[in-house]
């Protein structure tokens, strides 16, 4: 078997774990290739993956729960942290303000699913 999956197999649980947080967090992590490779080998029963699947969205949940809390508690000052560093920084702030007012709350669940 390849090095690569090798290393998945031995410690595919707790790279999966770190790697999909990181990514949820932010870091330009593709996490996708990862995420393949963990149903490959729980297709072979290499890995249970009812645990990775589990896994996987526990530190997605997490890295959204953090970054909920900082936006609930510093609000506009993390958006322009953000919009800072983004691609846009012009129109960040002004866009996402604006699907705020206009959406609400509602705005927040459907973000994720949306690129940017």
Do not use: M
């Given at each position: 078997m390849h090095s690569t999956l090798e290393f998945l197999v031995h410690n595919g649980y707790l790279v999966l774990l770190v790697w999909v947080f990181l990514e949820q967090a932010g870091l330009p992590l593709p996490s996708v290739p990862l995420l393949l490779a963990a149903g490959a080998l729980g297709g072979m029963h290499r890995l249970n993956f009812g645990l990775a699947l589990l896994l996987c969205t526990?530190?997605?949940?997490?890295?959204?729960?953090?970054w909920y809390q900082l936006g609930?508690?510093?609000?506009?000052?993390?958006?322009?942290?953000l919009c800072r560093i983004s691609l846009e920084p012009d129109s960040c702030v002004r866009r996402t303000e604006g699907l705020f007012e206009k959406q609400g709350a509602k705005s927040l669940l459907l973000a994720n699913f949306c690129p940017a």
């Open positions: 526990l530190a997605a949940v997490s890295a959204d729960t953090i609930k508690r510093k609000g506009i000052r993390i958006l322009h942290l």
